[in-house]
Structure formats: structure tokens, C-alpha cells
């Protein structure tokens, strides 16, 4: 048997070995209850038999009845006529003294809770309604917090094997990405070699320049993938010249068909940022586009410098995104293509909210129009 399966029939096993037990302790929880409950009921039959012999008996002799009558001190209880006129009450809350108004409440309450006793003197029946002592009251929520308590930690240990399980999962992507960033790096040196070996030969110059433009781009690839796990340094640059290197590119890569657009307020906006990871930000933001106008269509990249925050705005006239996904698209492994891992999306919102300190929402969407990303960055932080 797989190390796998072995621990998931563990998990098995354990969910309803514990599941059994809190059924088992409901279960004697309930009885004990039902074991209490029918003790006080005897309790106060003898208490209003001692209630009802107080009259009939001489009253020289009444001491047992005294003793019986005085030794409730936790049941409340109201003694009534046929028609809910109150004859005498006990164990009632001081407000209720003297309050008839209260009384009435008290004893609609007590009615809901058990069955009247009758107690019979001559011609005249009368009722005596009685609550629940605290102890059965507290019996009575029990249960609940029994429950409560198991589901409170329950949710602590699924939390604390889901952050060891996300931890160990982070390390891995960071190795993955760091030993995937050292294998780019040897042809990345031949590549530099035979672009140094194709001046010498005179190859046309343009070529040249296209060929070193697409090699600096996986040198600045490479340098993503060693950035991942690891704190990466942060510069204040103009981030709108930074913004539109990284839209430059994708412009000069992308087919023909669509219509790129950048816009901004200002010509230097400053801003405490790492190049590498926000080239990545916004290319992962543009490529979503691409791929939202499935190579047709509109996209704008525009940069507001406002008194408090910098916002970035990515809009494509692509499909749209549901309401009810505005979240979901920024879980890892979330993708709505048939190929990716869906990770593109959660890596850029990993570098802004954890790296630059910013935040990034789906501002927008609408089913066959398009959508709009924003990501802002508040001044104030730097």
C-alpha cells in the first residue's frame, strides 16, 4: 500500500473514530439529561403534595411539609387556579416580586418548559408550573458546546495541516523555480557566445539586435525564477518608464490584430519597486489579456498619479470574467484554459500585496466586453 493511501485511510479512520466518540458522549449527555429531568419532576410531585397536605394539616405538624417545601431552592415554580390567576410563586427572579405584569411572562415561559402538576383540594384544582434548575439548563447547552469546542479543533488542526502542507509546497515551488532559473543559465552563456560569434561574422545587425533583445529576456526570466522564496531587493524608479519597457515588449511580440494602448498622467512617477518582479507583474497582467481577446482585440495599460495612491489599470475587450470568480482567479492552480497551471494571477498578486505592498482586484467585468485589473499602490507606505 502507498504511503499516500495509508495516510489518507489514516485521516479515514481517525474522522470517524472521532466522529463515534462525540456521538457516544451526545448520547450519555442526553441521558444523563433525561435522568435529571425526571428527578426533578419527582422532586416537585413531592413538593406539591407537601404544598397541598400544608392545608389539610394541623398546623402543629407541619414540619415535614416546611422542611419539603423550603428544600427547593433552584426549581422556579408558580402554583395557579384553573384560570392562570397566580395563588403563590418561589424561586422567582427579585424583580418579579412584586411585578404581576412579570409574573404572567415568567409563567408563560414555564408553561413551554414541562408538564403542569394538578394538585386537587376538594372541588378546586390547581396547577403548579415549574422550570428547569440551572444544573439541567446547563445540561441542556452541553451538547452544544461540546460540539462547539470539537469543531473549533477541528478547524485549528485543518488549519494547522493546511499552512504545514502550503508551507511544504511553497519550498518546493522555490526550489523547482531556483534549480529551473540555474539550468536557464548554461545555455544562456552558449547563447551569448554565438550572439558574440555572429558580430564577428557580420550577420545582419538587425537579427543581432532581435536575437540579444530575446536572450536578455531569458536572462531576465532566469532572474525571476532565482527571485522566488527569496527577499528580493527594492529600488525607487520611475514606474512609468518601467511599466512601459515591460508593455514595449509585449507589444513588439504580440500578433498584429491587436491594438495596444498606454496611457499616463505624469512622465516620472517614483516609486520603491523591484524591476525585475513588477516587469513580471504587468506581463502577466498583459499576457492575461492576450489571452481574454484570444489575439484580437483592444488592451490598455494606464497609470493614474493620484494625490494618495499610484493605480495601474490593464483593460482588454476580452470575454469577461463572472462576479462570482473576481476571487477565485487569484488561487493557485485556478485557470480557466485548458493548458496552464494557473499560477499567473497568483504569483502577480504574491509580488504586489507581499513584495511592493500594494493590492490588486478585478476593478471590473462584463461577460463579452471585457475587464479591467487594478493594481494600486498607496504613497503613504513610502
Given at each position: 500500500m502507498s504511503i499516500v493511501k495509508r495516510s489518507l485511510y489514516t485521516r479515514w479512520f481517525i474522522g470517524l473514530f472521532s466522529f463515534f466518540i462525540l456521538i457516544l458522549i451526545l448520547w450519555n449527555t442526553y441521558l444523563l439529561?433525561?435522568?435529571?429531568?425526571?428527578?426533578?419532576?419527582?422532586?416537585?410531585?413531592?413538593?406539591?403534595?407537601?404544598?397541598?397536605?400544608?392545608?389539610?394539616?394541623?398546623?402543629?405538624?407541619?414540619?415535614?411539609?416546611?422542611?419539603?417545601?423550603?428544600?427547593?431552592?433552584?426549581?422556579?415554580?408558580?402554583?395557579?387556579?384553573?384560570?392562570?390567576?397566580?395563588?403563590n410563586h418561589y424561586n422567582?427572579?427579585?424583580?418579579a416580586e412584586h411585578d404581576l405584569k412579570l409574573q404572567h411572562k415568567i409563567l408563560n415561559d414555564l408553561k413551554n418548559q414541562n408538564i403542569p402538576l394538578e394538585v386537587r383540594f376538594l372541588d378546586e384544582i390547581q396547577y403548579v408550573y415549574y422550570g428547569n434548575s440551572s444544573l439541567i439548563t446547563k445540561l441542556k447547552y452541553y451538547p452544544l458546546t461540546l460540539v462547539a469546542i470539537l469543531i473549533l479543533f477541528g478547524l485549528l488542526v485543518y488549519t494547522y495541516f493546511r499552512t504545514s502542507r502550503i508551507s511544504s509546497e511553497n519550498k518546493l515551488w522555490a526550489g523547482m523555480a531556483k534549480e529551473t532559473a540555474h539550468q536557464i543559465g548554461t545555455p544562456l552563456s552558449s547563447l551569448l557566445g554565438w550572439i558574440e560569434l555572429m558580430k564577428l561574422e557580420h550577420v545582419d545587425e538587425n537579427i543581432v539586435v532581435e536575437v540579444q533583445k530575446d536572450v536578455d529576456r531569458l536572462q531576465t526570466i532566469a532572474d525571476r525564477f532565482s527571485k522566488i522564496g527569496s527577499e528580493p531587493n527594492l529600488e525607487v524608479l520611475n514606474v512609468v518608464e518601467e511599466t512601459k519597457k515591460s508593455f514595449d515588449y509585449l507589444q513588439s511580440r504580440s500578433s498584429k490584430q491587436i491594438e495596444f494602448e498606454f496611457e499616463s498622467n505624469a512622465d516620472i512617477v517614483n516609486l520603491l519597486i523591484n524591476p525585475v518582479l513588477h516587469s513580471w507583474t504587468i506581463e502577466n497582467l498583459v499576457k492575461n489579456a492576450i489571452d481574454a481577446i484570444k489575439g484580437k482585440g483592444k488592451i490598455k495599460v494606464e497609470l493614474n498619479n493620484n494625490e494618495k495612491n499610484i493605480q495601474i489599470l490593464v483593460t482588454d475587450t476580452g470575454k469577461g470574467i463572472p462576479k462570482n470568480q473576481f476571487r477565485k482567479i487569484f488561487e493557485p492552480g485556478f485557470s480557466t484554459k485548458k493548458r496552464g497551471w494557473g499560477l499567473g494571477l497568483s504569483l502577480t498578486q504574491r509580488i504586489v500585496e507581499k513584495y511592493h505592498k500594494g493590492t490588486i482586484k478585478v476593478l471590473k467585468s462584463e461577460i463579452g466586453k471585457g475587464t479591467t485589473f487594478l493594481v494600486q499602490y498607496n504613497k503613504t507606505l513610502y
Amino acid at each position: 500500500m502507498s504511503i499516500v493511501k495509508r495516510s489518507l485511510y489514516t485521516r479515514w479512520f481517525i474522522g470517524l473514530f472521532s466522529f463515534f466518540i462525540l456521538i457516544l458522549i451526545l448520547w450519555n449527555t442526553y441521558l444523563l439529561f433525561q435522568t435529571f429531568k425526571h428527578e426533578e419532576r419527582v422532586k416537585m410531585e413531592i413538593w406539591a403534595e407537601a404544598n397541598k397536605s400544608m392545608i389539610n394539616t394541623d398546623k402543629d405538624n407541619v414540619d415535614l411539609q416546611l422542611a419539603v417545601l423550603s428544600g427547593n431552592t433552584t426549581i422556579p415554580a408558580i402554583l395557579t387556579t384553573n384560570n392562570d390567576s397566580i395563588i403563590n410563586h418561589y424561586n422567582l427572579p427579585e424583580e418579579a416580586e412584586h411585578d404581576l405584569k412579570l409574573q404572567h411572562k415568567i409563567l408563560n415561559d414555564l408553561k413551554n418548559q414541562n408538564i403542569p402538576l394538578e394538585v386537587r383540594f376538594l372541588d378546586e384544582i390547581q396547577y403548579v408550573y415549574y422550570g428547569n434548575s440551572s444544573l439541567i439548563t446547563k445540561l441542556k447547552y452541553y451538547p452544544l458546546t461540546l460540539v462547539a469546542i470539537l469543531i473549533l479543533f477541528g478547524l485549528l488542526v485543518y488549519t494547522y495541516f493546511r499552512t504545514s502542507r502550503i508551507s511544504s509546497e511553497n519550498k518546493l515551488w522555490a526550489g523547482m523555480a531556483k534549480e529551473t532559473a540555474h539550468q536557464i543559465g548554461t545555455p544562456l552563456s552558449s547563447l551569448l557566445g554565438w550572439i558574440e560569434l555572429m558580430k564577428l561574422e557580420h550577420v545582419d545587425e538587425n537579427i543581432v539586435v532581435e536575437v540579444q533583445k530575446d536572450v536578455d529576456r531569458l536572462q531576465t526570466i532566469a532572474d525571476r525564477f532565482s527571485k522566488i522564496g527569496s527577499e528580493p531587493n527594492l529600488e525607487v524608479l520611475n514606474v512609468v518608464e518601467e511599466t512601459k519597457k515591460s508593455f514595449d515588449y509585449l507589444q513588439s511580440r504580440s500578433s498584429k490584430q491587436i491594438e495596444f494602448e498606454f496611457e499616463s498622467n505624469a512622465d516620472i512617477v517614483n516609486l520603491l519597486i523591484n524591476p525585475v518582479l513588477h516587469s513580471w507583474t504587468i506581463e502577466n497582467l498583459v499576457k492575461n489579456a492576450i489571452d481574454a481577446i484570444k489575439g484580437k482585440g483592444k488592451i490598455k495599460v494606464e497609470l493614474n498619479n493620484n494625490e494618495k495612491n499610484i493605480q495601474i489599470l490593464v483593460t482588454d475587450t476580452g470575454k469577461g470574467i463572472p462576479k462570482n470568480q473576481f476571487r477565485k482567479i487569484f488561487e493557485p492552480g485556478f485557470s480557466t484554459k485548458k493548458r496552464g497551471w494557473g499560477l499567473g494571477l497568483s504569483l502577480t498578486q504574491r509580488i504586489v500585496e507581499k513584495y511592493h505592498k500594494g493590492t490588486i482586484k478585478v476593478l471590473k467585468s462584463e461577460i463579452g466586453k471585457g475587464t479591467t485589473f487594478l493594481v494600486q499602490y498607496n504613497k503613504t507606505l513610502y
